[in-house]
């Protein structure tokens, strides 16, 4: 990783849209009184958004007098992610992966096709199409090696569908963002390898499991139906129960 500072050349001011502003004041007020700086993030984004797609040092100021935060503060948050350009960017901003999975699958020799294609980091191209940098995880492992190119991730690359792609890119040409081979989202590459069994999915399984379940619901619920007519039955005499004593004779009288 390169060690991230502001660019040089900054503008003299910011300010937000009066959409952009509204906006922001919705993000603040999600946040309770004192917890405002709760929103750094969300307004830092927004005003990279609105400045051609990199954060000026003016619009840490102006962010953090709207939090009530010490501009050092809000300096931190804009130099640790990534995610914040602290200079200018191309109109298409690749973000390589450069962390161990990608590194493993091939993202050094992305970095190479970067350096042919576009030039050097932090460097915008000629034509301002295209500018680069090297990045730590963006949460694509299984699909490595993989890039961000503005809001899209890029993945399952090699350096030959990669040049592809930086081409189409920059001619204007529609590309298709997700994995660059055949696989859908991350299953593996060729298709599923587990759970094939076509029983699993056609009601079979599931179906025979359910309806013998309903069966014995329905055989309990028989039985209980059967018990409760037996019990309403009216009892027969001599039906076994035993008929109440006579008192016994008292003696103490005559006769």
Known sequence: ?????????????????????????????????????????????????????????????????????????????????????????????????????CLLRGADKLIHVCEKKIGHQHEVSADGQLSWLEVECLGSCSNAPMVQINYDYFEDLTPESFEKLLDDLRAGKKVKPGPQVDRSCSAPVGGPTTLLDASLYDGSVVGSWKKDFEARKAAKAKEKELAATEAAKPKEAGSGEKQAAKPPADKTKGG
């Open 1 to 101: 990783m390169s060690v991230r500072r502001l660019a040089e050349t900054q503008p003299e001011s910011f300010a937000f849209t009066k959409a952009n502003l509204e906006w922001a004041k919705g993000q603040i007020a999600k946040y309770p009184e004192g917890r405002q700086a709760s929103a750094v993030i969300p307004l830092l984004w927004k005003a990279q958004e609105q400045h051609d797609g990199w954060l000026p040092e003016p619009a840490i100021r102006v962010i953090a007098e709207m939090l009530g935060m010490a501009y050092i503060r809000v300096l931190e948050v804009a130099t640790f992610y990534t995610m914040f350009a602290l200079e200018p960017v191309g109109k298409h901003f690749v973000q390589v992966c450069g962390t161990t999975p």
